[in-house]
């Protein structure tokens, strides 16, 4: 079993940064493929970007792409998402989430086949 706990949402202004965490605990070994989800108000959960745990293959959802920075430190157990020029569309919860295997990046994690959640972090962006 994995853990996944989320941080470093909050509040902020449009042009602004943020910098989330996801720590994972627990039975964590083999290969995995590593996603941050999001999900706005009256909207479904939508992919945004992934990671191979192991090799360090990303994809990137397009809205986010030159945005946002996915990447992870494998002695920390951490997952990080580097957000950049935030946005109003931004503005969801997001979730970590892991899926056992490997993963190549050539194209979007669905949230379907993902093992572990998070409860989520709250990122609201003011206009």
């Known amino acids: 079993q994995v853990q996944l706990v989320e941080s470093g949402g909050g509040l902020v202004q449009a042009g602004d940064s943020l910098r989330l965490s996801c720590a994972a605990s627990?039975?964590?070994?083999?290969?995995?493929?590593m996603g941050w989800f999001r999900q706005a108000p009256g909207k479904e959960r939508e992919f945004v970007a992934a990671?191979?745990?192991?090799?360090?293959?990303?994809n990137y959802a397009d809205s986010v792409k030159d945005r946002f920075t996915i990447s992870r430190d494998n002695v920390k157990n951490t997952v990080y998402l580097q957000m950049n020029s935030l946005n109003f569309e931004d503005t969801a919860v997001y979730y970590c989430?892991?899926?056992?295997?490997?993963?190549?990046?050539?194209?979007?994690?669905?949230?379907?086949?993902?093992?572990?959640w998070g409860k989520g972090t709250l990122v609201t962006v003011s206009s």
């Open positions: 627990g039975r964590i070994f083999g290969r995995y493929a």
């Open positions: 989430a892991a899926a056992h295997g490997s993963y190549y990046g050539l194209g979007p994690l669905d949230s379907k086949v993902m093992d572990y």
């Open positions: 990671i191979d745990w192991n090799a360090g293959f990303t």
